[in-house]
């Protein structure tokens, strides 16, 4: 993980999420799509506990963390001030963890997780929605059920899956990911899902215009 090397500059970041939110406006315009339509997630695994609020001041209103712990410890901190997601890996064992804290999980994966979803889901948040991570490149090693194993886990799962997310491969050009962000939008399509976490700060012009509701950004804010 990269920290911060300093305290956050609220200034610096209010330009950074205007300028993000004009690339979302701008590819949303190309593609013919709202730009309302696609959120703007800001990953808080490179942002201490004790900056939060200055996110808020800036304007960012939904939070993505990676781990349970963190999750817990900044949610119980500032918990008020935003919206908050799940987009590291679904661990099975920190399932319990995670679900009182969150309106929606990015990563659901395996069927072990499912499982425990479904011995916990009492301690979910009533909005909860669950998010399937895809491999749709089928990369070796990497998280995410290949695009066959998407039915079985949902059929599987017992809180409502409302959409997928995925990763591509890691590239220095943008428009390559865009054939991987077309499958999953396809594959979301197929089976009526609504939302796709595509697109980070390397790609996430693209992703927009492929299709996605949210876009995951961190480092590019606080450069």
């Given at each position: 993980m990269v920290a911060l090397s300093g305290p956050l500059d609220v200034g610096a970041l209010r330009e950074q999420l205007a300028q993000a939110r004009a690339e979302i406006e701008r590819a949303a315009a190309q593609a013919g799509r709202d730009p309302g339509a696609v959120e703007l997630l800001v990953a808080g695994k490179y942002i201490p506990l004790q900056e939060l609020p200055k996110l808020a001041e800036a304007g960012v209103g939904l939070i993505g963390e990676n781990r349970a712990q963190e999750l817990q410890a900044k949610v119980q901190a500032h918990g008020e001030l935003f919206v908050w997601d799940f987009i590291g890996t679904l661990q099975s064992r920190k399932v319990r963890m995670i679900l009182p804290y969150v309106r929606m999980i990015h990563t659901l994966a395996s069927e072990s997780a499912a499982r425990e979803l479904a011995r916990w889901q009492q301690l979910a948040r009533p909005e909860l929605e669950l998010l399937i991570e895809v491999n749709v490149a089928g990369e070796a090693g990497k998280a995410g059920v290949a695009p066959h194993e998407i039915d079985a886990l949902i059929e599987l799962c017992p809180l409502p899956v409302t959409g997928l997310m995925t990763m591509p491969p890691q590239t220095d050009d943008p428009h390559e990911s865009r054939r991987w962000?077309?499958?999953?939008?396809?594959?979301?399509?197929?089976?009526?899902?609504?939302?796709?976490?595509?697109?980070?700060?390397?790609?996430?012009?693209?992703?927009?215009?492929?299709?996605?509701?949210?876009?995951?950004?961190?480092?590019?804010?606080?450069?």
């Open positions: 962000f077309a499958a999953l939008r396809e594959l979301a399509h197929e089976r009526g899902l609504r939302r796709l976490s595509m697109g980070t700060s390397q790609d996430y012009p693209v992703a927009v215009q492929e299709g996605a509701t949210i876009v995951r950004l961190g480092r590019s804010l606080l450069a």
